[in-house]
């Protein structure tokens, strides 16, 4: 049996929904990253750092819904702080107490934060930035790294928009060059300290400082998406690399599982969405935004999230990176491992993984069986390769997704089908 037919036998419920869901919902689903095949499993609760799927199949959750559950599910300091604003009601007409406390906490935690805004998700505090960035110094274009994962706006997307320059992730001379030359019409450069979605691929910190010394001296706003890569240090990745840029944008973790964005930094670009001196430069309108709800689950997690936290699960997303070479190299599978702190990518490919070039090098095909092979054996990992840790997860835990792994590896000398 291959993994795929153990995969079919352990998930009928979801297949059946997968049948009937198609005929209502394009693909079955509202989120692309979230389809493999032959269909994805359907979860249907959480418990602490595992997930149940619609055929009862208990998993140890790898992923924390691709990086936003920090604490796991069921944390419930997270879980009384949502109980009490819901008691008290779900939005307002009005701002809202959670977000003083909310932005305050940012602004202390983050060194560069000096004021910001709440959004609903990541993609809206990119937009918002964006459009302060280029108020702010009257430019059009954006620029971004190849490989830079930013949301669902249109001109960020892709790799090709008429409003788009895209740089090379591991050349600052040629970056800084292409920045140069364009310096007229580039408003913001728009970095991902660490690449979420194209494998989880920490920026050289070298590059990081040119691009910050190219923006500063071209008038061009350094905008950090710290989307996925705020919990790799109390202050977020700027701290771990010592790069302050001029705006950071939030999301995913700091919602502690329901929708919220946030996007801030210098006074003088957040004071173009000030409304109260007159029609503010950047209008800001969002029935949602800042919801409460969202800030009081968000801060909540944060508040949880302390330096010593963090500097737990650094070292357990370490020991994971070592662990996982190990096994891959025992195995004589190829595979390089990327990751920071407490996120990590699977590459299966042999060469070192610095650009998405490099990553898109892996054997997919591998990767698919090995993402099948891992649920078959109850660990959830994106399908995508990359994975994250919470403090839910243990040294426990970690032996289990390693034994798995051990597992999955060794029956990959299977015929493909029986
Ligand atoms: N930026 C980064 C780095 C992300 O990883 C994501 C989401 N994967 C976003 C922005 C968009 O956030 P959201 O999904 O909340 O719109």
Do not use: W
């Amino acid at each position: 049996m291959n993994e795929e037919q153990r995969y079919r036998l352990r998930t009928p419920a979801s297949a059946r929904y997968f049948e009937e869901a198609r005929r209502y919902l394009p693909g079955g689903d509202s989120r692309s990253t979230l389809f493999y095949p032959p269909y994805p499993a359907v979860l249907d609760r959480g418990e602490g750092c595992r997930v149940v799927d619609l055929d009862g199949n208990r998993l140890l959750d790898f992923t924390g819904n691709h990086s936003v559950l920090i604490h796991g599910y069921h944390e419930p300091a997270v879980l009384d702080s949502i109980r009490r604003q819901l008691e008290k009601g779900t939005c307002f007409p009005g701002p809202t107490e959670p977000q003083l406390r909310f932005a305050r906490h940012l602004v202390e935690r983050i060194a560069s934060l000096e004021r910001v805004r709440f959004t609903n998700s990541g993609t809206e505090a990119v937009m918002m930035a964006l459009r302060g960035a280029r108020m702010f110094t009257g430019r059009r274009m954006v620029a971004k790294l190849e490989g830079g994962y930013h949301g669902t706006s249109e001109e960020v997307m892709g790799t090709a928009h008429p409003d788009l320059v895209l740089l090379p992730a591991d050349d600052a001379e040629t970056a800084a060059g292409i920045l140069e030359r364009r310096a007229e019409e580039i408003a913001a450069l728009l970095v991902e300290p660490v690449q979420g979605s194209a494998g989880m691929i920490p920026m050289d910190a070298g590059f990081l400082r040119a691009m910050r010394e190219a923006t500063r001296r071209l008038g061009i706003v350094l905008v950090f998406d710290e989307v996925v890569s705020l919990r790799v240090a109390y202050g977020g990745a700027e701290e771990h690399c010592g790069v302050p840029p001029d705006m950071t944008c939030l999301g995913k973790l700091i919602g502690g599982g329901l929708p919220l964005g946030a996007f801030g930094g210098r006074e003088e670009i957040m004071a173009l969405f000030d409304p109260s001196r007159g029609p503010p430069p950047v209008p800001h309108p969002g029935s949602y935004n800042a919801n409460p709800v969202s800030l009081a689950a968000g801060l909540a997690t944060l508040e949880l999230l302390t330096r010593d936290t963090i500097a737990q699960l650094n070292r357990r997303g370490e020991r994971l990176r070592a662990e996982l070479k190990r096994e891959f190299d025992e195995a004589g599978v190829p595979a390089a491992i990327t990751g920071l702190g407490s996120l990590f990518g699977i590459h299966l490919t042999d060469g070192p993984v610095r650009t998405i070039r490099d990553a898109a090098r892996g054997d997919e095909g591998l990767r698919h069986r090995i993402f099948l092979g891992l649920y078959n054996e109850g660990i959830l990992l994106d399908p995508r390769g990359v994975g994250t840790l919470s403090t839910a997860i243990g040294e426990r835990e970690i032996e289990r997704f390693l034994e798995a792994l051990r597992t999955v590896l060794s029956r990959l000398e299977e015929p493909a089908a029986v």
